[in-house]
Nanobody
Framework: EVQLQASGGGLLQPGGSLRLSCTAEGLTFRDHHIAWFRQAPGKEQALVACMVGSPGTPYYDDAVRGRFTMETDNVKNTAFLQMSKMKPEDTAVYSC?????????????WGKGTQVTVSS
């Protein structure tokens, strides 16, 4: 059974930093597209960052490029999303996913999301 577990969410002030983790069990992490998505209230799931295989060069959405960094650890089968210079509009439920494409419909496995709230 494939399982993804995301963690690290929380409440922080604008300008702050947070690191999310996503650990996969039941499959070989590095052979898949690995992505972080987020869903803000009232909005659709949106791609934040994606890596094709691991290690790989991450793609970032324009909204987070330069502020967020995606990394992976193949030994621990874990992906990380380091978020800095956080803004209130970054508030969302963040989820990790594995699949064959860096798109919502291309993801085969989803982890339970973790809430990130940026507020003063």
């Amino acid at each position: 059974e494939v399982q993804l577990q995301a963690s690290g969410g929380g409440l922080l002030q604008p300008g702050g930093s947070l690191r999310l983790s996503c650990t996969a069990e039941g499959l070989t992490f590095r052979d898949h597209h690995i992505a972080w998505f987020r869903q803000a209230p009232g909005k659709e799931q949106a791609l934040v960052a994606c890596m094709v295989g691991s290690p790989g060069t991450p793609y970032y959405d324009d909204a987070v490029r330069g502020r967020f960094t995606m990394e992976t650890d193949n030994v621990k089968n874990t992906a990380f999303l380091q978020m800095s210079k956080m803004k209130p509009e970054d508030t969302a439920v963040y989820s990790c996913a594995l699949g064959t494409s860096c798109r919502v419909w291309g993801m085969d496995y989803w982890g339970k999301g973790t809430q990130v709230t940026v507020s003063s």
